[in-house]
């Protein structure tokens, strides 16, 4: 019903910004909300932010708050997410997901993915 594609991953430098983009398919994406995990490997994946369908209530990872930023674009049918001042710890693989049944801190409890954008940061 929903498909997602991430794109706008890379390789940066500390402190520098990237902005990811999620273009989604379905005429369904409006009335959903959306997150953004992460992963590396041997790590389980990780909630970064989502925020509702109409945009009015956002959550933020502690890790990422204060330095990314999640929006969306319903008539484009896009979510962004804007990073700044990475750090080699943000380094990863990025997915876009939507529609959650359930807890939203949850990646198995989402029912869209994208396939992953990479974002690696050197130090």
């Known amino acids: 019903q929903v498909q997602l594609a991430e794109s706008g991953g890379g390789l940066v430098r500390a402190g520098d910004s990237l902005r990811l983009s999620c273009a989604a398919s379905g005429r369904t994406f409006s009335r959903v909300p959306v997150a953004w995990f992460r992963q590396t490997p041997g790590k389980e994946r990780e909630f970064v932010a989502t925020?509702?369908?109409?945009?009015?209530?956002?959550y933020y990872a502690d890790s990422v708050k204060g330095r990314f930023t999640i929006s969306r674009d319903n008539a484009k049918n896009t979510v962004y997410l804007q990073m700044n001042s990475l750090k080699p710890e943000d380094t990863a693989v990025y997915y876009c997901?939507?529609?959650?049944?359930?807890?939203?801190?949850?990646?198995?409890?989402?029912?869209?993915w994208g396939q992953g954008t990479q974002v690696t940061v050197s130090s």
């Open positions: 997901a939507a529609d959650v049944e359930g807890n939203w801190r949850e990646s198995r409890d989402w029912d869209y």
């Open positions: 925020m509702t369908s109409s945009g009015g209530n956002i």
